[in-house]
């Protein structure tokens, strides 16, 4: 069964009845396009090696694993490891995929790269990308998105990258992807569209994963040099399901207990919450089959999540499939646990999480102290947090 | 049973005309008021109409229609009222209608019933722009039982592949997306509409319309001079705001230039 499961999706971007290609007939050959030219750049040993060469240089890899000594004595029970992405070039996993893509899309002679952004993670990697191989950028940001992150917002600026703002809609995440493929159904000759996560129409959700797999290869290694076995635990943040996938896909033979991490928002209440699996139901939307929060008329409904990253209706199809095969389950933390975790961590190990990884380490909180010391949980810390320090002051009332 | 969607265009090609294919987004900002245009559409000519359905998240769409959507959203339309107020127009006119819905509502209703209900409603024929032929086995399978033509879209950037895949799996009519772009982009009058065309005939005989960016009257004449329809959508849209009288006299002369 296992390497059934390694083995997908199948040729038409499937995993099981989850995924697929439902794009407008303008993107047909682009996405045909874009399939050949990844599947050969994973045999082009040119390519490889210089991916392989840029992790290392220009990224940081491998990011370290780092034992949480005073997190785990303070929660008391199983050992925990985090999995440095926050420490590669600019400040989270986004990096790995969005270098990929640039170093792809320069294959394929495209003059410009569009991206969405919700955090401002990818956003900021993207145009990080484009300006290492030479590209023209845009990144498109919901409106509610570039208040809560004014910073990333003049960062992609600051990389040469154009920023535009989506009014429309619940100005969030899933507008700018919307925005996002508008423009690169008008341009889509001279663009490649840089999404940000394992979701949309095949390739994306394969492609992804495998530009993020390597955050679970380095951490296997790492976790038999410092314990000379595998894990018992590991915990990510789900937003589209990226970093999640990195860090899982390498383990999903081992029977390790993998937990993936929703926004709970402010409770699972209609339009309150990005919790997919808590509130979701089957559906289709930009560009592929998966969970989806809607009403019964299939119109998509509006999240919240105190994290821009996680604040979005639907989940990447992988993950549908392999939470119905039971290897992945899913929880979710609400905005106020998320809150608490990220002031925890940053007070008792000196590191300040984004606020979207800081839902897995919510989930920590309560997992960790039921476990027994010999236990051991690996969690992906996706991203670092300064891009949050002035939301969090904001929602406290401090003025900065 | 037949398609009277394909008759329409039989009946066109023997006079020698070319049909006209006016949009409108069902419900903005009122279903009583679409039930106003739809009958003044049929009233100044229009050959075959095509009713947009609102959805969330309308991701081919340019600007106008994305409010029209909005709008049309608020005042709680959705497919299932839709279709139930073209059960209700079909006590006013018998004009074709081709429903334009985005994928995710038709799903959620579930296909077969879908097909059903709208069949049984009147409806003629259906659009689904993020359903290419390559996801659409089964909605195809059951628009065929119930005789629903399923209208499926080309664009500049198709292969010679996928025009063969679309139009194979095309009834009633090919829509011909004119620009590389989302509805209400900016056309380009210079020649290679005809030659893409010209490359789909290659490969099928089932009759053409073009849409998106067709605007003035200017444009849908040249258009009409290389296909077999023409397809007015965001110009509609946009001009629908302004006095019905406006709108009515820019519908007229966008069928004067159709020929």
């Known amino acids: 069964m296992e390497d059934r499961i390694k083995k997908l999706p199948d040729k038409k971007g499937y995993f ?10 303008t993107l047909m050959p682009a996405l045909k396009e874009l399939e050949e030219a990844f599947f050969k750049s994973k045999k082009d040993k040119e390519f490889q090696r210089e991916l392989g060469h840029l992790q290392k240089t220009y990224i940081g890899r491998p990011t370290p694993l780092y034992f949480a000594r005073r997190f785990t004595e303070h929660l008391g029970g199983a050992k925990i490891y985090l ?3 926050d420490l590669a070039h600019t400040g989270a996993h986004k990096i790995n995929n969005a270098l990929g893509q640039a170093l792809l899309a320069k294959k394929m002679e495209k003059k410009r790269v569009i991206a969405e952004t919700g955090a401002g993670q990818h956003g900021v990697a993207t145009a990080t990308g484009a300006a290492l191989v030479g590209l ?16 990333n917002v003049f960062r992609m600026r600051l990389l040469g990258a154009k920023v535009t703002e989506v009014p429309v809609g619940s100005k969030t995440l899933k507008d700018a992807i919307n925005e996002a493929l508008r423009d690169w159904t008008t341009n889509v000759r001279t663009t490649h569209y840089v999404l940000g996560t394992v979701f949309g129409p095949h390739p994306f959700p394969v492609m ?4 993020q797999s390597v955050i679970g290869k380095e951490a296997r290694r790492q976790i038999f040099d410092a314990e000379g076995r595998l894990p018992d635990y590991l915990i990510a943040c789900v937003g589209g399901g990226s970093n999640a996938i990195g860090l899982f896909y390498e383990f999903l033979k081992e029977g390790i207990k993998m937990i993936g991490v929703e926004a709970g928002g ?3 209440d209609m339009g309150k919450h990005a919790a997919r699996f808590a509130g979701g139901s ?12 809607q009403d019964e008329d299939g119109n998509v409904l509006g999240t919240h999540s105190i994290s821009a990253g996680l604040d979005y209706a639907s989940i990447g199809p992988e993950h549908s499939y392999l939470r119905d095969k039971g290897l992945i389950q899913y929880t979710y933390a609400t905005d106020d646990e998320a809150l608490a975790a990220f002031e925890l961590l940053s007070r008792i190990e000196g590191i300040t999480p984004a606020l979207e990884t800081a839902h897995a380490l919510a989930e920590v909180v309560k997992l960790a102290p039921k476990l027994s010391k010999e236990n051991i949980i690996i969690i992906n810390l996706s991203g670092r947090g300064d891009k949050d320090v002035q939301h969090v002051a904001r929602i406290k009332g401090i003025e900065l | 049973m037949i398609s009277r969607i394909k008759e329409t265009f039989k009946e066109l090609k023997r006079k020698g005309k070319k ?9 903005d900002p009122s279903l009583e008021r679409t039930k106003d245009i739809v009958l003044m559409f049929e009233e100044c000519g229009a050959d075959i109409v095509e009713l947009g359905v609102p959805f969330t998240d309308p991701l081919a769409d340019g600007p106008a229609i994305q409010r029209a959507s909005e709008r049309a959203l608020e005042k709680g339309v959705t497919l299932r009222r839709v279709i139930a107020f073209v059960k209700d127009l079909r006590e006013s006119t018998q004009i074709p209608i081709a429903l334009m819905t985005y994928y995710n ?12 209900d709208a069949k049984d409603a009147g409806v003629n024929g259906v659009i689904i722009p993020d359903l290419p032929p390559d996801e659409a086995e089964s909605f195809i399978r059951h628009s065929r039982k119930a005789s629903l033509d399923t209208i499926f879209l080309l664009a500049p950037t198709s292969t010679p592949d996928r025009i063969k895949k679309v139009a194979k799996a095309s009834r009633g009519f090919i829509y011909y997306v004119s620009i590389t772009g989302i509805t209400g982009g900016m056309l380009l009058l210079d020649g290679s509409i005809e030659a893409l065309i010209s490359e789909i005939r290659e490969y099928t005989d089932k009759p053409i319309a073009v849409g998106f960016g067709v605007s003035t009257p200017e444009e849908a004449s040249a258009v009409s001079k290389v296909s077999d329809g023409v397809i007015v959508g965001s110009a509609i849209v946009k001009r629908h705001n302004e006095p019905p009288d406006g709108l009515k006299r820019y519908i007229i002369s966008l069928r004067e230039a159709i020929k």
């Open chain 1, 16 to 25: 099981s009845i989850y995924g697929g290609r439902f794009v407008p007939e």
């Open chain 1, 83 to 85: 999995k440095r992405e």
């Open chain 1, 136 to 151: 023209d950028c845009e990144i498109y940001m919901g409106t509610e998105d570039m208040k809560r992150q004014a910073l």
């Open chain 1, 208 to 211: 992804v994963r495998d530009f």
């Open chain 1, 266 to 268: 402010k409770g699972i």
């Open chain 1, 282 to 293: 089957l559906g289709v939307f930009q560009g592929c089959k998966s969970y989806l929060l």
């Open chain 2, 19 to 27: 049909a006209f294919i006016p949009y409108i987004m069902a419900g």
């Open chain 2, 105 to 116: 509502p038709v799903f959620k209703y579930g296909e077969e019933n879908f097909v059903r």
